[in-house]
């Protein structure tokens, strides 16, 4: 059975800094692209940070210079540093990941469960 494990949320004040961690577990031949996404109350779920497997990242206007999306492959985890946090980024995160379990096969995507971020004023 495949997990997506998010750890990392929590309150922090603005100006502060948080780091989500995104553990995918089970029998996993290759991570392909992980991503970063986060939904506010009452908002559609927006992509924050993606990086694929060879690297190569992208951010959303509203993170860019304040958030570093990175990955362990050798651990398939995937991890957003997150610094000058500002109110407006208070949501829920979710991790996102393209799998592969074996070489020839297809891709299948998955959904973690959501770390809570709170950004207080």
């Known amino acids: 059975q495949v997990q997506l494990v998010e750890s990392g949320g929590g309150l922090v004040q603005a100006g502060g800094s948080l780091r989500l961690s995104c553990a995918a577990s089970?029998?996993?031949?290759?991570?392909?692209?992980m991503a970063w996404y986060r939904q506010a109350p009452g908002k559609e779920r927006e992509a924050v940070a993606t990086?694929?497997?060879?690297?190569?990242?992208n951010y959303a206007d509203s993170v860019k210079g304040r958030f570093t999306i990175s990955r362990d492959n050798a651990k398939n985890t995937v991890y957003l540093q997150m610094n000058s946090l500002k109110p407006e980024d208070t949501s829920i995160y979710y991790c996102?990941?393209?799998?592969?379990?074996?070489?020839?096969?297809?891709?299948?995507?998955?959904w973690g469960q959501g770390t809570q971020v709170t950004v207080s004023s």
């Open positions: 996102n990941a393209d799998l592969k379990f074996v070489a020839w096969g297809r891709v299948n995507n998955y």
């Open positions: 089970g029998r996993i031949f290759a991570a392909i692209t």
């Open positions: 990086i694929t497997s060879d690297g190569s990242t």
